[in-house]
């Protein structure tokens, strides 16, 4: 089965920089299409941002676009968040999601790991 694990979330002050990491593993890393949700506080959850098997394609939420940045590691089974320029808006748990064709949904999950951005 697939699993995934996320890491480097912490607490930082707004403006500064974070990476978040991702860990795949029980399957081949290379055919799933990757992304990153975050759950704000008393908020819904939303998609950041999603790369695909390749790593050739990226898509961003408005809100997060030019501040963060969406990269994967085939050799290593890993994805990474870069985060910068963060806000206090930005304060959410961080998910790491995979996927593989034909699914429009994203069935595997992460643990999550808390960012918290103070002003």
């Known amino acids: 089965q697939v699993q995934l694990v996320e890491s480097g979330g912490g607490l930082v002050q707004a403006g500064g920089s974070l990476r978040l990491s991702c860990a795949f593993s029980g399957q081949m890393f290379s055919n799933y299409d990757m992304a990153w949700f975050r759950q704000p506080p008393e908020k819904e959850r939303e998609r950041v941002s999603a790369?695909?098997?390749?790593?050739?394609?990226?898509i961003y939420a408005d809100s997060v676009k030019g501040r963060f940045t969406i990269s994967r590691d085939n050799a290593k089974n890993t994805i990474y968040l870069q985060m910068d320029s963060l806000k206090v808006e930005d304060t959410a748990v961080y998910y790491c999601?995979?996927?593989?064709?034909?699914?429009?949904?994203?069935?595997?999950w992460g643990q999550g790991t808390q960012v918290a951005v103070s002003s």
């Open positions: 790369i695909n098997w390749m790593g050739t394609r990226s």
């Open positions: 999601a995979a996927r593989r064709y034909p699914n429009d949904e994203y069935p595997y």
